[in-house]
């Protein structure tokens, strides 16, 4: 027992020895700039990534710095994933290098040490930024220029501290320019970006920046089993009325499936992440606390039913119809929009963007009558040509976000979506 709590003392002690070490090492500093600066604002992966990797740099540890040891400890995959068929780590690591190199050829400019990680390895390396002016001849006395006249001459003397006066004034313009440069092309470029903002890229920028959301897919109750038969439990029985032993929770529909997948695709392309849950494990707790993406029908999606969201479009189904309610039609506009029921050749589904729980949040809806109806309004908010659609159809700038709800008639075949089109728009 003694020699058990005297070699944790002894590990604790050499983990605090390290601690001390690293924060006292000029280069972690460097590091903490660079992961503070505004190359990696926003970027909370690299970031993560740059201090993890540079860590086992400085502390001598190239063994915890293999794709795999990175992609379990700053990625959180398991241990022993198949990192030949997961790139996580590969793609943030070209992503790593870019923003190293952005730092260091604009706000990290006048830094005398860079930090570089070669192509083909993670670990980062540290070196001197090299000199952009280098002297010509070496002298032992120190002196490297030319030498008119006799040693030692007042006009040697004039002619080379003229000359050096010369140099540093070139060096200091050369660096002016450079500087002038680099901040003109980073201004225009955030100007660009601005300017050729996609109206997709306005639409998911809530989500995709800053804390991860939280996906929440319907997970409806089922009452019965598989030999049985599956049914909703009646929307009068109260759940203490429900007993767990003839309750089925875990089927889901096969659009909320596709769905992820593509919000994955999407998030994935914008180096963002979300937290993914079943609408019945949902605490309310954790909802207030980040934007909210609802995949599904509130008729199950438990947690989206008690919002009550949506004002102007308002989901309703029942044993033998189905349809979205339109509060406020506008002339031309059906007071209800209803699916047929055999066969089901059309479906409705609605993308809203409302307030989220609380304020400064946001909820993103996409929700169909039917799972495949629900496929359908994913993959119309993850197509740049069908939002820009949207906003056009609903007067809104692509640089400008606000809260909207839509509807979407969705046209079924061969157990797919096969075309989906925008009917009707309401901007808040």
Known sequence: MKSTEAALKKAQSIDLARANALLRDPRWELVQRVAASEAFRGSTRLRDFLLYVAECALRDAPEDATEQQIGVRVFQRIPGYNSSEDSIVRSHARLLRQKLADYFAGEGISEHEVIEIRKGHYLPSFHPREMQVKSTRKSGTGGSLPVVGGEGSPKASWTSSKFGIYTIAAVLLFVLITVASVLTFRSSRRHDQVAGKTALETLWTPFLSGTPP????????????????????????????????????????????????????????????????????????????????????????????VLHATTDFTMMTGADYAGVVNHHPKPGEPALYSRPEHPLTKDYAIVALIPGVEPGKKMLILSGLTTLGTQAAVEFACRPESVAELFKAGGMSKTQLKDFEAVLEVTLGGGVPLETKLVAVRVH
């Open 214 to 305: 939280l996906v929440i897919y319907s997970n409806a109750l089922f009452l019965g089993d598989s030999k049985t038969g599956l049914r909703y439990p009646p929307a009068d029985m109260r759940p203490d009325q429900l007993d767990s032993e003839h309750t089925v929770a875990n089927y889901t529909g096969i659009g909320e499936v596709a769905s992820v997948y593509q919000l994955t695709r999407l998030f994935d392309a914008h180096d963002a992440s979300f937290i993914l849950k079943r609408s019945l494990l949902v605490t309310w707790d954790e909802a207030k606390l980040t934007n909210l993406i609802f995949i599904g029908s509130a008729a199950e999606n438990p947690s989206l039913r």
